[in-house]
């Protein structure tokens, strides 16, 4: 059993900054997930944006690089992202989401079985 739930969406003007944060609540180790922020934007699929790995390896979307910073706090087993310079292309639901035993988080969003609820971010 593994629970995700997402928080810090809201409505941001372009150039502005928000912060998500998602807890996962599992009967797994949190250091055993490698972890995605994804998002779907309408009419379109979902995508992963910012992935880390067990280790702590990174790796972003090209679409958000240098404005997007995920990170995971193995005590508090949380993952973060960090939103900076938001654009209106930016506006989407945005989807914490997690894959046990894998060496390499992957970017490809169909590869993470245990989704979060999302929370939707609107940037005007």
């Known amino acids: 059993h593994v629970q995700l739930v997402e928080s810090g969406g809201g409505s941001v003007q372009a150039g502005g900054s928000l912060k998500l944060s998602c807890l996962v609540d599992?009967?797994?180790?949190?250091?055993?997930?490698?972890l995605c922020w994804c998002r779907q934007a309408p009419g379109k699929e979902r995508e992963g944006i910012g992935v880390i790995d067990s280790d702590g390896t990174i790796n972003y979307a090209d679409s958000v690089k240098g404005r997007f910073s995920i990170s995971r706090d193995n005590a508090k087993n949380t993952v973060d992202l960090q939103m900076n310079s938001l654009k209106p292309e930016d506006t989407a639901m945005y989807y914490c989401a997690a894959v046990l035993m894998l060496t390499t988080a992957p970017l490809r969003a169909d590869e993470y079985p245990f989704w979060g609820r999302g929370t939707q971010v609107t940037v005007s």
């Open positions: 599992s009967v797994w180790a949190f250091g055993s997930y490698c």
